[in-house]
């Protein structure tokens, strides 16, 4: 799995709209050098939230897992992912087992989630692409 550089992804999608990193500072979006992070490491679920709903992009379009930016507003706090995960297991007859082993993941994450814990936004993309789902499947999402 080749590393996904961040920074370019999300500076990308910024530039698209015209807007630069300091505006993202600047109206409280990230905190300051924030941003500068994404080029060692991945945004957090939270940070990545802001800047999607401030940009109105999907995450899987800002992340290029999609050509179209088909957008609907994230909820801040995310409280369904462990639902949301259990019901695409279900839909794909894959044992929570089955799924930690293919991931190489412990019991307790599914025990943190099942507990409103939310998962990196790393996790959350390795998750979607062994579901072949979109990022949106597992996230809540404004109705």
Known sequence: MEKVNYFELFKNAIEERNVTI????????LKTNTFYNFSTYCPSINNAIKIANFLKMSLDYILEKTDNNIFR?????QTNFYNNLKNLLNSYN?????FLKDLHMNKDNVTNWKNGAVPKLSTIIKIAEY????????????K
């Open 131 to 142: 579901l072949d789902c979109n990022i949106d499947d597992l996230m809540d999402v404004e």
């Open 94 to 98: 894959i044992s929570n087992q089955k």
């Open 22 to 29: 300091k505006e993202l500072e600047d109206k409280n979006i």
């Open 73 to 77: 507003p994230y909820k801040q706090h």
